[in-house]
């Protein structure tokens, strides 16, 4: 199959990778240094979104934010100029639910099909192909896209039309982002109490509290390896979308508001690029005093 990818970052490298293994004809657009093992590997490296979009069948987005995902689809030189009847373009970043539903339709104008599929994991799962993926789209277009999803994942559902798979994530974001706070509160208040966090985290790891939360991401903050499988300063633009939409819906999101503030002092604190364990950085006593 001829596919396109976009976005060749700390997720994007290797889940591309898994399709040029699988044996797919895979054109690439923002090569750098760092991903130069792809084209190695059988990537196809192309200059501009609109020729990877004019080469493949299905084109795939791994971008940061919803700005940059409009610049990829609409931009000069975008997807969407070299987009044909019967494509498919499949956005597996971390977007509006609302942006996505308005670039779907302006996709479709072009006769594409359109799917939002974001995911959960980290670097890890990326590597790892053990992605969760949430999609939203028509069932058509999943059932075509899901032997892909397949080389990239694990648990790959689809939650309903376009703009749901973004829904998924948020909701994810919000789970993720609360859990990893509270464990960071639970650690710090273990260290500031005497006790040795290493021995308190092993102890929960047996009882209620127990979570993938906790075994991974307290690993990292009891170690201080704080490298980026997923940084701050995204995963406060995701808990941004989600109190942005909680505006428009009227909901009431209060824990979701007070760790977006967590994570804006995280940025002020020069943490943003650092793994979103390091909010338990911001909890030691110097950052505090």
Do not use: C, W
């Amino acid at each position: 199959m001829k596919i396109g990818f976009i976005g060749l970052g700390v997720m994007g490298r290797p889940m591309a990778g898994h399709l040029i293994a699988a044996g797919h004809e895979v054109f690439l657009h923002r090569v750098k240094d760092v991903s130069q093992h792809l084209v190695e590997a059988g990537g196809k490296p192309l200059d501009s979104a609109k020729a990877v979009a004019e080469a493949a069948d299905i084109v795939i987005l791994m971008v940061p934010d919803t700005p940059d995902v409009e610049k990829v689809l609409f931009g000069e030189a975008g997807v969407a100029d070299g987009l044909s009847a019967g494509k498919l373009v499949i956005d597996m970043s971390s977007i509006s639910p609302v942006a996505t539903r308005e670039f779907a339709k302006r996709i479709a104008e072009k006769g594409a099909g359109y799917l939002d599929a974001p995911v959960s994991g980290g670097e890890v799962g990326a590597k790892a192909a053990s992605l969760t993926i949430m999609v939203g789209g028509s069932e058509a277009d999943f059932a075509r896209a899901r032997p892909l999803f397949e080389l990239m994942g694990k648990n790959i559902n689809r939650i309903g039309e376009v703009g749901d798979g973004q829904v998924a994530k948020v909701a994810n974001q919000i789970i993720v982002g609360l859990t990893i706070e509270a464990v960071a509160e639970g650690l710090a208040f273990a260290q500031a109490a005497g006790a040795n966090p290493a021995k308190v985290r092993s102890a929960l790891m047996g009882g209620f509290a127990s979570s993938r939360i906790l075994e991974v991401h307290g690993e990292r903050m009891i170690k201080g390896t704080f490298d980026p499988g997923f940084r701050i300063r995204l995963h406060l633009k995701d808990i941004g979308l989600a109190t942005e939409a909680a505006k428009s819906l009227d909901l009431a999101l209060p824990h979701a508001s007070n760790l977006q503030q967590i994570m804006q002092q995280a940025l002020a604190n020069g943490l943003g690029d650092k793994d979103h364990s390091a909010l338990f950085e911001l909890l030691q006593p110097k950052q505090l005093s």
